[in-house]
């Protein structure tokens, strides 16, 4: 039997390699938003909102959540920024007055069109390049190892945007006030 000193075991290797995959990603996608968001003066997430609804408008939030791949209270939080911002615009549904079609507005065009490019979208366009048997590969192996850390719970939100505030009253809210 091998011996610490031998060095590390297959699974412990396979382990390092994952490792280092995943820093090597999670780096480029930092470093890649923080470029982004210097240049644009917003969040990638923001910026990524603002891509997808350049695609066409959208009917609701859930949509909108559907076409950015994450859950809708975060799409919630950054639209209301958006719109804070005057970028984004609701406007009442011309086939359904209960519903507001989100756009964006002249200056969330404007913005966009000098953002640069985005590393969700770099990322979006390098797994769908990917061979179909390795994407699914990717999908399965991924899901396993959320599954093995527990992670099924937690709702999957945009790279690097801040968590909002569940309460004000909560000891996290408190606790980054000071």
């Known amino acids: 039997m091998p011996s610490e000193a031998d060095g590390?075991?297959?699974?412990?290797?396979?382990?390092?390699?994952?490792?280092?995959?995943?820093?090597?990603?999670?780096r480029h996608l930092r470093l890649a938003a923080n470029a982004s968001e210097s240049a644009a003066g917003m969040s990638t997430a923001q910026l990524f909102?603002?891509?997808?609804?350049?695609?066409?408008?959208?009917?609701?939030?859930?949509?909108?959540?559907?076409?950015?791949m994450t859950d809708p209270s975060s799409v919630s939080v950054v639209?209301?920024?958006?719109?804070?911002?005057?970028l984004v615009e609701r406007t009442p549904d011309a086939t359904d007055r209960r519903r507001a079609l989100l756009?964006?507005?002249?200056?969330?065009?404007?913005?966009?069109?000098k953002a640069p490019e985005l590393p969700q979208v770099r990322l979006l366009e390098a797994v769908e390049a990917l061979p179909t048997a390795?994407?699914?590969?990717?999908?399965?192996?991924?899901?396993?190892?959320?599954?093995?850390l527990g992670a099924e719970a937690a709702?999957?939100?945009?790279?690097?945007?801040?968590?909002?505030?569940?309460?004000?009253?909560?000891?996290?809210?408190?606790?980054?006030?000071?």
Do not use: H, W, Y
């Open 8 to 26: 590390p075991s297959v699974p412990r290797a396979e382990a390092n390699e994952v490792f280092d995959s995943l820093r090597r990603i999670v």
């Open 49 to 68: 909102v603002l891509s997808r609804l350049a695609e066409a408008k959208a009917t609701s939030i859930r949509e909108l959540a559907v076409r950015t």
């Open 79 to 86: 639209v209301a920024k958006l719109e804070a911002r005057g």
């Open 103 to 113: 756009s964006l507005t002249a200056a969330g065009k404007k913005l966009l069109a």
């Open 134 to 148: 390795r994407r699914r590969a990717i999908v399965s192996a991924l899901s396993d190892l959320v599954t093995a």
């Open 155 to 178: 709702e999957p939100q945009f790279f690097f945007e801040d968590e909002p505030s569940r309460s004000r009253g909560s000891k996290t809210s408190s606790a980054r006030k000071r």
